[in-house]
């Protein structure tokens, strides 16, 4: 079995004090978070921004301190069985023009409810109930003050 590490983002920008999360179309049918494979030389933070660069055209990121999140699954590729797994983070950008790739077939900014309808996967959906969770304690923490 081939051995697969990526990095990726659930990539978000507040629009009326609501949070919008950016999903990716990809070719196979499927709407995911932008993510890619981790070069020779690069860390994770480096893939990441590469990534969502590459895909979207957003360079203006911020990345969220303390959430990373691993999933793991099995995908076949010819006849080889590969064992890929994704660090996800959360990133918040100011830019909501995108400029789409041709790995994607389109895009949309969409609500947390509406994304986590229209994400194809199960820990994906995790990842960013996850994430939206560590966020609005976060958000909840400096309003009251606490650190």
Do not use: C
């Amino acid at each position: 079995m081939l051995e697969e590490w990526s990095a990726g983002s659930v990539v978000f920008h507040t629009e009326n004090g609501n949070r919008l999360f950016l999903l990716l179309h990809y070719p196979a049918g499927h709407w995911d978070f932008p993510k890619g494979k981790i070069e020779k030389g690069e860390d994770e933070l480096a893939t990441v921004r590469r990534e969502i660069a590459e895909e979207t055209g957003i360079t203006d990121l911020s990345i969220v301190d303390g959430f990373r999140r691993v999933i793991e699954y099995h995908y076949r590729r010819g006849a080889s069985l590969i064992h890929k797994q994704v660090s996800y983070y959360f990133a918040e950008t100011w830019t909501k023009a995108i400029k789409l790739s041709h790995e994607h077939t389109g895009y949309q900014w969409l609500s947390l409810h509406d994304s986590y309808n229209r994400v194809s996967f199960e820990n994906s959906r995790r990842v960013l109930r996850e994430g939206n969770e560590f966020l609005s304690a976060a958000r909840s923490k400096s309003r009251n003050g606490s650190q």
